[in-house]
């Protein structure tokens, strides 16, 4: 099998895995000025980036409601003790 490697900002790689060796292209090098990606090329990196990005935002969301929730928590926590004090003579 052939394998595809992209790296992304942050450290994160991806390995991909593509056509059996024998039935894929030569070498290429992708980074020559006059080399344009194949199409299948092209829809690895991009399910590769999709991937990435969905997950990324699968952390962000989490990350905004455990935020959410403990700000929640801190105004209830000073909700009852602004209570009491009104409370206390």
Known sequence: MRRLAVVVPGGTTLVIMS???????PFRDLM?????????ELELVMKAARDIAIKRREL???????RL?????LARE????????????
């Not at 929730?69 to 928590?73: I, V, W």
């Not at 000073?78 to 003579?89: G, N, S, T, Y």
Request: glycine share 0%; no cysteine; hydrophobic share 30%.
């Open 60 to 66: 962000s969301d989490a990350w905004i409601a455990a």
């Open 69 to 73: 929730e403990e700000a929640t928590r």
């Open 19 to 25: 056509a059996p060796e024998d039935t894929a292209p």
């Open 78 to 89: 000073h909700r009852v003790l602004r209570d009491r004090k009104d409370r206390e003579p």
């Open 32 to 40: 020559a000025p006059d080399t344009e990606p194949t199409d299948e």
